[in-house]
């Protein structure tokens, strides 16, 4: 399934309306060590762009933003004792949590994997 | 670095780089109301002069004035190993080590005195400390609106009144409700605490022994908040914890407390520290430093801050507390003085506490027109009506050099006849009788 990606480096994998979220590898491998990874409770709810989850590594301290609306579902509980999976598969066993999306359609306004990349590349 | 002041030419150079024609023109912005008309500073002074006055102002300042005063500062005993200790110069700065490889020696000390602050409380996890038993407060409350995701308090009145006001300072200028609970009597209400917890509330916040000195058992508190998803923070006075029930113990989730009763002087009112603790699980959720224990590549035991992620040097606004100091000297002479005492000299010491203000209950109880306030048990503190106003009371038998207890008047209104009466270890026997009897002919007059 394809991922979508925003310009705060999450992805986003829609499967009907059960948004999968996680964060890139490109920030993952910029995070440097994660730490830990602050999950958000089962049932709140985000507006697009809104604060998600935290996530912290031995040099910063970051939000993980909502890639589309939704209401939270399912965390990896997995993180709680082996937050390095994110570094380790960012894209896959890393995820952080899964949406029940409002709105699948506002997956509009991300970018595709080839579109991520050479936003990549801009930034240098 | 130098440490001498800007000379003329300092100055003239510094004005020159950022293109000010003179001082009185870089601060001309400055409103004029805004700026000191003079600093009236006195002349300098040899070290001898130096001396005299510094003598003058202690004698002055209640050198010979016997104080049974609490209130949340107390006047104990501080081992002379404290003061040795703390004035060696490897502790002798109050500032927080930033650099594990040259600060072994203090971080390991913090250590030890988050451990020893753990046992007090009962608790999991505590900070390096903070300023003082009001702002730990505070820090508590701030911090149960983060656990919770929820905006109101419900605070025991019978909580310190200066720490309350610091916590409803606090609360307030992050838009959180502060619901306060009257007492019943010298007790807290605890029906009302418990009818006031919703879903709304975020935590709970009461003090034992309280401010008028009755030793309570929040146990059941504890578990009514839990049964509302809610929080109870526990302010308590580290020394009656040698001898009542420990916040843990009670199920209290964040403990606080004012730590002057631990090792440090009373000393004009500070600098003292205060300490708060946890349980494990809220520990991301403690604001100011936290140091930990781990081992370097070649597996040798060291300390480092730790959990820094919470901080505001890194999360800036979204850090755990905008303090995120400690007051490290303090709480190391609060870590030696529990040292030095050891677990059963705590308890004896909680236990002379208890004694001898339980001798001067009862002398005062037998003065006609005085009657003991507290319904039941009492630590080292005790309320007393004097059937009349306290307050002048307490004045007059200052001219005889006892400063007989805390005229409740002034954060109770109606109780104008109360006063707290605190008795440590340090009274006397005869210093107790003095003031059974100055307060007798007090009354009689």
Redesign the interface.
Known sequence: MAKFFTKEHEWVEMDGTQATVGISEHAAHELGDITYVELPPIGKSVKQFDTLAGIESVKAASDIYAPVSGKVVQVNDKLEGAPELVNESALEAGWICKLEAADPAQIGSLMDAAAYAEFLKGLG | MGYSPNTPEDIREMLAVIGAGSVEELFAPIPGELRAKSFQLPAGMSEFELWAVMREKAAAGGAEITPFIGGGIYDHIIPAAVGHLASRAEFYTAYTPYQPECSQGTLQALFEYQTAICRLTGLEASNGSLYDGGTAAAEAALMALRVT?RHSIVLDASVNPLHRGVVCEYLASVSAHVEQVDPKGCASDLERLMASITGETAAVMVQNPNFFGSVEDFSALAAKAHEQGALLIASCYPIALGLVLSPGEMGADIAVGEGQSLGNTLSFGGPYFGFIATRKRFI?NLPGRIVGETIDRQGRRGYVLTLQ??EQH??RH?ATSNICSNQSLCALRGLMFTAALGKQGFQDLASLNFDKAEYAKSRLAGIEGVSVLNAGATFNEFTVSLGREAAPVVQSLLASGIAAGVPLGEYYPGMDHALVVTVTEKRTRSEIDRLAALVEEALCN
Do not use: W
Request: hydrophobic share 30%; no cysteine.
């Open positions: 995701g991301r992620a919470r890194i999360k979204k």
